[in-house]
């Protein structure tokens, strides 16, 4: 979803970010000010800028995960569900398509990424990852007009996604 045409001038892509991000005022977070998330019941586990998603919902009750929002809209969720309605990534692309409007979705042996639009109008970037009977995930939800602030964490977000196999 987020331009990806870094390197031009010789700049690496993080210098070249920091430089637009500091150029545009945007309030982005350094990675200094990274957060890792383990989840203590399924080990499911996801780094993200604290700053972006200050809130901190209460756990959820049966221990699935987690949910941290920002002041401006957007939602941070990291999860692991044990594997019901889907038992494939494909599975799981087509049960994701029956809820919201998919326009882009990638699948791997064990893994999906996949976005769009929720049925609110946000936009959704979901990471997912089949470990053994358990399905770890990492989903960031935002309003459209807020995609420039936060499409550039997507991706360092969704590929810190981790989880070990039960």
């Known amino acids: 979803m ?5 390197g031009q001038l010789g700049m690496t892509r993080g210098a070249t970010l ?19 998330y383990t989840n203590p ?13 200050p809130q901190i919902d209460p756990p959820s009750p049966d221990g699935e995960g987690q949910v941290w929002r920002s002041d401006d809209g957007a939602e941070l969720v990291v999860y692991a ?8 990534p494909r599975d ?27 049925a609110d109008g946000r936009i959704f970037y979901e990471r997912y990852i089949f470990r053994g009977r358990l399905t770890h995930s990492v989903s960031v939800r935002y ?24």
Request: net charge positive.
């Open 2 to 6: 987020a331009g990806r045409r870094f």
């Open 18 to 36: 920091a430089l637009l991000i500091a150029v545009a005022g945007i309030g982005a977070v350094s990675p200094a000010h990274a957060y890792t």
């Open 41 to 53: 019941n399924y080990g499911t586990s996801a780094t993200f800028p604290a700053r972006a998603f």
């Open 81 to 88: 569900i044990e594997n019901g309605e889907w038992r494939t």
């Open 92 to 118: 799981l692309v087509a049960w994701r398509r029956g809820l919201d409007k998919v326009t882009y979705q990638r699948t791997g042996g064990n893994w999906v990424v996949v976005s769009g639009y929720l």
């Open 143 to 166: 309003p459209e007009a807020l995609r420039g602030r936060y499409d550039g964490l997507l991706k360092s977000i969704t590929e810190s996604l981790k989880g070990p196999s039960r």
